[in-house]
């Protein structure tokens, strides 16, 4: 299995595609990484050193990839955070050639734009982008709840309200959506849950909520699913592995102390994920 990760880097800690690619090999997948920044560490510290990668830079690079005659091979596209309107334009450029010379492969898209706690963090342009020309062309897509509603206009905060979202998101054009952070008020204290819908049905896992914050979880989260699903086409079996895998990692995280994910330390977790948790089909 190959994957095409169009992602930024980062030299310390892991995001984006720092975070991603050692997971997915982990779990035997082939990724051609394809770097949209390259940054001395990710932004949430405040400072940072670093490039952004120019867009006919990150396209010349993928450019150069598709005359190695390889674009063929891919099973899937994944993109996270889009910095701008420009790298946005070549990961739709980027899905198209893949798709021309793969017909099956899928694009996945982490439709990154903020949370419930600090709302949007990224340019007025990128939601805009992410909601008339990026989703309509993705298959799968793996919002939290907050980037959910901002995606489909909605306020979704029961789990009725988020499968009428995930409906309507699902109508723009992706079939697969993965809802990495549902929060309701009839949810039992202290839990936090994921949501993964397709064409079979919608499945919920509910997990303990930690009490920190970890930057590049949700790409690992995205990575995973990603990996799982196209592989298997079973929306229940990649979210059980996928929640097991990366509460694992957290846990661990947390017991470090550390702030940054310890990625490699958890390596296990990828590849045996313990499947922990019941999912529980409800539709």
């Given at each position: 299995m190959k994957i095409l990760s169009i992602q930024s880097a980062v030299a310390y800690g892991h995001v984006g595609n720092s975070a991603a690619v050692f997971?997915?090999?982990?779990?035997?997948?082939?990724?051609?990484p394809v770097y949209t920044v390259n940054f001395s560490n990710h932004t949430g510290y405040g400072a940072w050193r670093g490039p952004l990668i120019a867009p006919d830079d990150v396209r010349d690079v993928i450019t150069g990839i598709e005359e190695r005659g390889v674009l063929g091979q891919i099973d899937a596209v994944l993109s996270g955070y889009q910095g701008s309107e420009g790298i946005g334009d070549v990961i739709i450029d980027a899905v198209a050639r893949v798709k021309a010379a793969n017909?099956?492969?899928a694009y996945a898209c982490d439709p990154v734009m903020g949370n419930a706690k600090s709302?949007?963090?990224?340019?007025?342009?990128?939601?805009?982008?992410?909601?008339?020309?990026?989703?309509?062309?993705a298959d799968i897509i793996t919002p939290n709840q907050f980037e959910l509603g901002f995606l489909t206009e909605t306020s979704p905060d029961t789990l009725e309200s988020t499968l009428e979202s995930v409906d309507a998101a699902r109508a723009m054009g992706p079939r697969t959506v993965l809802?990495?952070?549902v929060e309701r008020p009839d949810a039992p204290a202290d839990t936090i849950e994921m949501l993964a819908v397709d064409d079979a049905g919608a499945w919920l896992v509910q997990t303990p909520r930690l009490p920190m914050k970890?930057?590049?979880?949700?790409?690992?989260?995205?990575?995973?699913?990603t990996a799982h699903y196209v592989r298997t086409g079973d929306a229940e079996l990649a979210l059980r592995k996928?929640?097991?895998?990366?509460?694992?990692?957290?846990?661990?995280?947390?017991e470090s102390g550390e702030r940054e994910l310890q990625l490699v330390e958890s390596q296990e977790s990828y590849a045996h994920p313990r499947e922990q948790?019941?999912?529980t089909k409800v539709r």
């Amino acid at each position: 299995m190959k994957i095409l990760s169009i992602q930024s880097a980062v030299a310390y800690g892991h995001v984006g595609n720092s975070a991603a690619v050692f997971p997915l090999q982990r779990i035997g997948v082939e990724v051609l990484p394809v770097y949209t920044v390259n940054f001395s560490n990710h932004t949430g510290y405040g400072a940072w050193r670093g490039p952004l990668i120019a867009p006919d830079d990150v396209r010349d690079v993928i450019t150069g990839i598709e005359e190695r005659g390889v674009l063929g091979q891919i099973d899937a596209v994944l993109s996270g955070y889009q910095g701008s309107e420009g790298i946005g334009d070549v990961i739709i450029d980027a899905v198209a050639r893949v798709k021309a010379a793969n017909p099956d492969a899928a694009y996945a898209c982490d439709p990154v734009m903020g949370n419930a706690k600090s709302g949007c963090f990224v340019a007025p342009a990128i939601p805009v982008l992410l909601r008339e020309r990026v989703v309509p062309v993705a298959d799968i897509i793996t919002p939290n709840q907050f980037e959910l509603g901002f995606l489909t206009e909605t306020s979704p905060d029961t789990l009725e309200s988020t499968l009428e979202s995930v409906d309507a998101a699902r109508a723009m054009g992706p079939r697969t959506v993965l809802v990495t952070s549902v929060e309701r008020p009839d949810a039992p204290a202290d839990t936090i849950e994921m949501l993964a819908v397709d064409d079979a049905g919608a499945w919920l896992v509910q997990t303990p909520r930690l009490p920190m914050k970890a930057n590049g979880s949700g790409d690992v989260t995205a990575a995973l699913f990603t990996a799982h699903y196209v592989r298997t086409g079973d929306a229940e079996l990649a979210l059980r592995k996928t929640v097991s895998s990366v509460f694992d990692l957290l846990t661990r995280t947390l017991e470090s102390g550390e702030r940054e994910l310890q990625l490699v330390e958890s390596q296990e977790s990828y590849a045996h994920p313990r499947e922990q948790f019941a999912v529980t089909k409800v539709r």
